[in-house]
């Protein structure tokens, strides 16, 4: 993903004399919630620098979410799936916002045992962006043509699935490698005819895309290539020995997404306090997307829940296209039990 905002590091919780009045809209502390004993220390570790998709954690830590449920959070910024991982891994973070895919695939190959505790994105954000009247109209229409990626890059990692769903020649198909940083722009400059990453991403294509030009999307999972995406995941033995810590978090974040989707202005008013350089109309658009791949439109989709025929279906994209070779037991991957009732 491209960094189109400034950042900073580490941020916890600031506090503010108001607070009382502002967080009216907190749930009254569950059993279980701590409210006197000392704060347990958490560093939650983001896939990326905060934009609007992330407004959900920074709610939770601005309104207390995580305090009242005896939690000190820290939120870091990411650089990547896997940077991320590792610092899960070796013991940097307690908690991270990462692709579920990758999680499973780095508990196969390395033994890490990775447990995903909720997915955000229920549906793949992967998508394939190009120039509308550039003669690509369909998705076989790629072939022949040039596309950016970044190295790492999920959507990048995953074309295969998209390509063979499509019936793309993925062999036609010409990938040049750039920096993050330059990958919307070799798009919106016509350097490259189309590019691969984020689906939130299209808000700032569309508000920077010259005159007469017009942003178009392939998403994988609506072409069909779909698989759970973001999600929060913690190691085994942090869970096992700290359940009521791992269920407060999982609980307190999941109230920071519903806030959030509730509340779409004051959620970005939110984050714009720690992120000083937001663009609070780009970042808005970001939240409706959040909205559409979390489901929350749909009454019988519980926010966060995993089903296990589509982890299934998630990992088996993985053996294909990620040389995941061993795959992983799933009741030992995933779990439910620390959602919101």
């Not at 390395?110 to 394939?128: D, N, R, V, W």
């Not at 109209?137 to 959507?155: L, Q, R, V, Y």
């Not at 007469?212 to 929060?232: L, M």
Request: proline content about 4%; some cysteine; aromatic content about 10%.
């Amino acid at each position: 993903m491209t960094s189109q905002f400034g950042f900073s590091s580490g941020l916890t919780r600031r506090r503010f004399i108001a607070h009382g009045a502002g967080a009216g809209l907190a749930l009254v502390a569950a059993p279980g919630v701590r409210t006197a004993s000392a704060a347990e220390d958490i560093n939650f570790q983001l896939d990326w620098i905060a934009y609007g998709r992330h407004a959900p954690y920074y709610v939770a830590l601005d309104k207390g979410f995580y305090k009242d449920r005896g939690l000190n959070v820290t939120i870091q910024q990411g650089r990547g799936t896997l940077q991320g991982i590792r610092t899960l891994i070796s013991g940097q973070s307690q908690f991270i916002f990462q692709d579920i895919g990758v999680m499973l695939s780095v508990r196969a190959k390395e033994g890490s045992k990775i447990k995903a505790l909720a997915c955000m994105y229920q549906k793949t954000p992967h998508t394939f962006f190009y120039m509308k009247n550039k003669g690509i109209n369909a998705p076989k229409d790629i072939e022949g043509k040039k596309a950016a990626f970044s190295p790492g890059d999920s959507p990048r990692l995953m074309f295969p699935a998209f390509a063979k769903a499509n019936g793309i020649d993925e062999s036609k198909v010409s990938w040049l490698s750039v920096d993050p940083n330059s990958k919307n722009a070799v798009l919106l400059n016509h350097a490259v005819d189309g590019m691969v990453t984020y689906l939130f991403t299209l808000p700032v294509l569309q508000k920077a895309a010259k005159a007469g030009d017009e942003v178009g999307t392939f998403v994988y999972g609506e072409h069909g290539a779909d698989f759970y995406s973001n999600g929060i995941g913690a190691m085994e033995d942090f869970i096992k020995a700290k359940p009521d810590v791992t269920k407060n978090f999982v609980q307190a974040t999941m109230q920071g997404v519903a806030d959030t989707l509730a509340n779409p202005k004051e959620a970005v008013s939110i984050l714009k306090k720690y992120q000083a350089q937001l663009d609070e109309e780009v970042a808005l658009k970001e939240v409706e997307i959040i909205r559409t791949l979390s489901n929350a439109s749909d009454p019988k989709q519980k926010l966060g829940f995993m089903s296990r025929e589509k982890m299934e279906a998630t990992q088996e994209l993985m053996v294909k296209y990620l040389d995941l070779t061993n795959k992983v037991p799933l009741e030992e991957a995933f779990t439910n039990e620390f959602l919101p009732a």
